[in-house]
């Protein structure tokens, strides 16, 4: 029973790695268990808008540590009391990947990823789907007596690999002690937005050109066009629709989603309320029921003249190491934060080679 902060032990983001979890996540799961007491963490709390309070914010709040605010402490109020470093691994990983997925209409790594599988070892093979069999199962007669369409999936021939994602913020102890809370967020935010935006290139690059297994993006006929047109937009839709695919993102570089949010349905006077609210308050329509995302400088679609659909759902599966932690908690909280090493291991394998399309212009 965890009935004082003192009894938070660094093994706990040992037993969360374990698991394949969080220390957040880890957290929940002990006070749902009631093993963490009740004066620490109530699992009903919530705030003055309603919402609920996790386990990881009672015990800051437990602690006394305030990190955002008017009134937000500096480092020292983790460093003062060896009670209170063990919150620390778990303050900055949650501020990593907080700031992972902040960045509004730009292609995030949730928009191409279904699902994340921690495997142990470097390498991994997906189980694919044989190309080209979706008409083969299409629901028709069957005559009596004969095989049913069968749908393969095999393993993929080649595996892909893990490669290491972060940077180290080095912070003196003083200067650790000394630095507001929400500046040592800002620090941590910059590292996440910029190993975010590495992440997303690379599922992209998968997405766009395959894991290796001669899996890239099918492409729809180019347009004779040197613009985007409804046009284009529905013809790429239809041939996703014919092979099962139900697109809920549209991406492109700056030039084409920039021409595509431009068509006359969205800025023309006689434009729907919808578009009527994009230029008023700048906020992104849907187009056919998918949401245009920007692909960022130095992907793999800059410079293309592409757009792609994607079937999030149907997406790319994010490999990553078990045991491969954000942050070395053990080191960090025994070197009193002068190293802040935040990392993981991560790969992309692409299992379903009709979840992207392509489609070009001239």
Same mark, same amino acid.
């Given at each position: 029973?965890?009935?004082?902060?003192?009894?938070?032990?660094?093994?706990?983001?040992?037993?969360?790695?374990?698991?394949?979890?969080?220390?957040?996540?880890?957290?929940?799961?002990?006070?749902?268990?009631?093993?963490?007491?009740?004066?620490?963490?109530? @699992?009903?709390?919530?705030?003055?808008?309603?919402?609920?309070?996790?386990?990881?914010?009672?015990?800051?709040?437990?602690?006394?540590?305030?990190?955002?605010?008017?009134?937000?402490? !500096?480092?020292?109020?983790?460093?003062?009391? @060896?009670?209170?470093?063990?919150?620390? @691994?778990?303050?900055?990983?949650?501020?990593?990947?907080?700031?992972?997925?902040?960045?509004?209409?730009?292609?995030?790594?949730?928009?191409?990823?279904?699902?994340?599988?921690?495997?142990?070892?470097?390498?991994?093979?997906?189980?694919?789907?044989?190309?080209?069999?979706?008409?083969?199962?299409?629901?028709?007669?069957?005559?009596?007596?004969?095989e049913l369409p069968v749908y393969t999936v095999a393993l993929a021939d080649n595996a892909i690999n893990l490669y290491k994602y972060g940077g180290i913020l080095k912070v003196s102890y003083e200067a650790a002690r000394r630095m507001p809370l929400p500046q040592m967020t800002r620090y941590i935010t910059k590292i996440a937005r910029a190993q975010g935006r590495r992440k997303v290139k690379q599922a992209l690059a998968a997405a766009v050109n395959g894991d290796g297994n001669s899996n890239a993006a099918p492409a729809s006929a180019a347009t004779s066009g040197t613009?985007? #047109?409804?046009?284009?937009?529905?013809?790429?839709?239809?041939?996703?629709?014919?092979?099962?695919?139900?697109?809920? *993102?549209?991406?492109?570089?700056? !030039?084409?989603?920039?021409?595509?949010?431009?068509?006359?349905?969205? !800025?023309?006077?006689?434009?729907?309320?919808?578009?009527?609210?994009?230029?008023? #308050?700048?906020?992104?329509?849907? *187009?056919?029921?998918? %949401?245009?995302?920007?692909?960022?400088?130095?992907?793999?679609?800059?410079?293309?003249?592409?757009?792609?659909?994607?079937? #999030?759902?149907?997406?790319?599966?994010?490999?990553?190491?078990?045991?491969?932690?954000?942050?070395?908690?053990? %080191?960090?909280?025994?070197?009193?934060?002068? %190293?802040?090493?935040?990392?993981?291991?991560?790969?992309?394998?692409?299992?379903?080679?009709?979840?992207? %399309?392509?489609?070009?212009?001239?």
């Amino acid at each position: 029973m965890i009935n004082k902060l003192s009894k938070l032990e660094a093994g706990l983001y040992k037993d969360a790695a374990r698991d394949g979890i969080s220390l957040s996540q880890k957290l929940e799961e002990l006070a749902r268990k009631g093993e963490i007491s009740g004066d620490l963490v109530n @699992p009903d709390a919530c705030n003055s808008r309603g919402e609920r309070v996790d386990a990881f914010k009672q015990l800051l709040a437990a602690a006394g540590i305030r990190v955002k605010g008017e009134f937000a402490q !500096t480092g020292d109020a983790f460093l003062a009391d @060896p009670a209170n470093r063990v919150l620390f @691994p778990e303050f900055v990983n949650r501020t990593y990947r907080d700031a992972e997925t902040d960045q509004a209409n730009a292609l995030q790594i949730s928009d191409l990823v279904a699902t994340r599988i921690g495997i142990d070892g470097s390498a991994y093979r997906t189980g694919v789907i044989t190309a080209n069999q979706e008409k083969d199962l299409e629901f028709g007669r069957v005559s009596q007596g004969a095989e049913l369409p069968v749908y393969t999936v095999a393993l993929a021939d080649n595996a892909i690999n893990l490669y290491k994602y972060g940077g180290i913020l080095k912070v003196s102890y003083e200067a650790a002690r000394r630095m507001p809370l929400p500046q040592m967020t800002r620090y941590i935010t910059k590292i996440a937005r910029a190993q975010g935006r590495r992440k997303v290139k690379q599922a992209l690059a998968a997405a766009v050109n395959g894991d290796g297994n001669s899996n890239a993006a099918p492409a729809s006929a180019a347009t004779s066009g040197t613009v985007w #047109t409804l046009a284009d937009l529905i013809s790429l839709q239809t041939d996703g629709m014919n092979v099962g695919a139900q697109f809920n *993102i549209l991406t492109g570089d700056t !030039t084409e989603i920039s021409q595509i949010l431009a068509l006359d349905v969205f !800025t023309s006077p006689a434009a729907t309320s919808r578009g009527a609210t994009f230029r008023d #308050t700048g906020e992104w329509p849907t *187009i056919l029921g998918m %949401r245009p995302r920007v692909a960022l400088i130095g992907s793999v679609l800059e410079g293309s003249k592409k757009i792609m659909g994607v079937e #999030t759902a149907a997406g790319l599966e994010e490999v990553y190491e078990n045991g491969s932690e954000l942050t070395e908690s053990d %080191r960090l909280i025994d070197t009193q934060f002068e %190293r802040v090493a935040i990392s993981e291991n991560l790969g992309y394998a692409k299992p379903d080679i009709q979840a992207f %399309r392509t489609k070009a212009h001239a």
